[in-house]
């Protein structure tokens, strides 16, 4: 079975501090990984996405996440948080299933950014 | 104007009533998903299409339908809805690549909160 964590429900940080959202993933195959954020009452955009290329995957607005396979995880950082980044953030990765490629989302990590 | 719309934006129905969500995408992408949002639990997939002729059932497709009337469009349905159908509901496209499955990014619509009483 395939599936992905999201190993924090909710993180708090204060503005201008670093951000780490963790994501861990579980599959027989190399995926395909993105996150993805939700502004308040707003749909979903893309962060960015990891499709076995570069390891380290440079993101909008300052993110970027690292690809460790030999952890299976493909956690989202920023060097300084903004208030702006106040969201909840989706990790998905996307596995072959049947022919198909069909993503799974995350539960989601809320992100509070404290002035 | 947005490449995904959905209508309505918000829905308050009752207990039974059979009701529609519509999904419109002017991104000329093949794929098309719908998902369901609900606190804590990210987001579920309900059906997906990846042409017009091609419906597929998500993780959690029992009590919902779908209809895929054009590449543009694609539309779900709640024949008897109940409390527990209670949920933000997304739409969502992706291009794929000619000829075979490929992941790639999504674009999603801006939702749409449905209520059942």
């Known amino acids: 079975a395939q599936s992905v964590t999201q190993l924090d429900s909710h993180v708090s940080v204060s503005e201008g501090t670093p951000v780490l959202l963790r994501c861990n993933y579980s599959s027989s195959y190399s995926p395909s990984l993105f996150w993805y954020v939700q502004h308040p009452n707003k749909g979903l955009q893309l962060l960015l996405k990891y499709t076995s290329a570069a390891t380290l995957v440079k993101g909008i607005n300052g993110f970027e996440a690292e690809f460790k396979k030999s952890e299976t995880s493909f956690h989202l950082t920023k060097p300084s948080a903004h208030m702006s980044d106040a969201a909840e953030y989706f990790c998905?990765?996307?596995?072959?299933?049947?022919?198909?490629?069909?993503?799974?989302f995350g539960r989601g990590t809320s992100l509070i950014v404290h002035p | 104007d947005a490449d995904v719309t959905q209508t309505p934006r918000n829905r308050i129905t009752k207990t039974g009533k059979r009701i529609m969500l519509e999904c419109s995408q002017t991104k000329g992408h093949d794929r098309m998903y719908w998902y369901r949002q609900d606190p804590g639990l990210g987001l579920q997939l309900i059906y997906y299409s990846f042409d017009v002729k091609d419906i597929n059932k998500g993780e959690i497709s029992d009590g919902y339908s779908v209809s895929r009337q054009a590449q543009a469009k694609f539309s779900l349905s709640l024949e008897s809805a109940i409390p527990n159908q209670t949920a933000l509901y997304f739409c969502?496209?992706?291009?794929?690549?000619?000829?075979?499955?490929?992941?790639?990014?999504?674009?999603f619509g801006p939702g749409t909160r449905l209520t059942v009483l």
């Open positions: 969502a496209t992706s291009e794929g690549l000619a000829g075979g499955p490929a992941p790639d990014t999504q674009y």
């Open positions: 998905v990765v996307s596995l072959p299933s049947g022919g198909s490629y069909i993503p799974t």
